[in-house]
């Protein structure tokens, strides 16, 4: 007997995909590696941070859009205080969205941001405190695309909550409006 097996879902997004991780192993790369062959500190910070905001700037700007649908951004208005902006696809268009490349950038952007940690520790064990100054750049860029878009994917579930409740609320009073112009 021939068992049919389910079509598996491959990525929607594979050059997405592979520049959202290729960045940031780019990043993670070069700062150990640099160890090994490059004895300059400015060089290694410079390039470091470099791909390390060049990775933030893909997340926050073409990943996010393109493999969760999710888009944020941070202003400051004229009181000095600061507005968290957000921005999503429609429920409809969320919902198509695929779940592996999902899968990958919720993933990616949590297992980098462990990766600076591990490697902070490892600076601050090893006296390194000028090596910890490049990795705080780095966790701090990673931890700021996990805040962003964790708010983000919050107010989104918000927003499909608020779609949820007001297209119930609509269609259960033109139900209403409906009973009472019969009678």
């Known amino acids: 007997m021939d068992s049919i097996q389910p ?3 491959n990525y929607a997004n594979p050059r997405t995909c592979l520049f959202h991780v290729l960045f ?6 070069f700062y150990i590696l640099s160890a090994l062959f490059i004895d300059s500190f400015v060089i290694i910070f410079v390039v470091t941070v470099f791909l390390a905001a060049l990775d933030f700037w893909v997340v926050k ?8 649908g999710l888009r944020w ?3 400051i208005n004229e009181d ?23 899968w990958l950038f919720w993933w990616t952007l949590y297992l980098t941001a462990v990766a600076w940690l591990f490697l902070a520790i490892f600076s601050l064990l090893r006296f390194q405190a000028d090596y910890l100054l490049v990795v ?10 996990i805040v962003g878009f964790t708010k983000c994917r919050k107010d ?10 007001q ?4 269609r259960f009073t033109s139900s209403l409006q409906t009973a009472f112009s019969v009678v």
């Open 167 to 170: 297209t119930i609320a609509s």
């Open 61 to 68: 700007n073409v990943s996010g859009r393109i493999l969760v």
């Open 7 to 9: 079509p598996v879902e």
């Open 24 to 29: 940031k192993g780019a990043a993670l790369a």
């Open 136 to 145: 705080g750049v780095c966790l701090t860029l990673s931890i700021a695309n």
């Open 80 to 102: 000095g205080e600061s507005i968290w902006k957000f921005e999503c696809l429609d429920q409809e268009s969320l919902a198509r969205m695929n779940k592996k490349d999902s």
């Open 73 to 75: 951004w941070n202003e």
């Open 156 to 165: 989104a579930k918000k927003q499909i909550q608020q779609f949820a409740t």
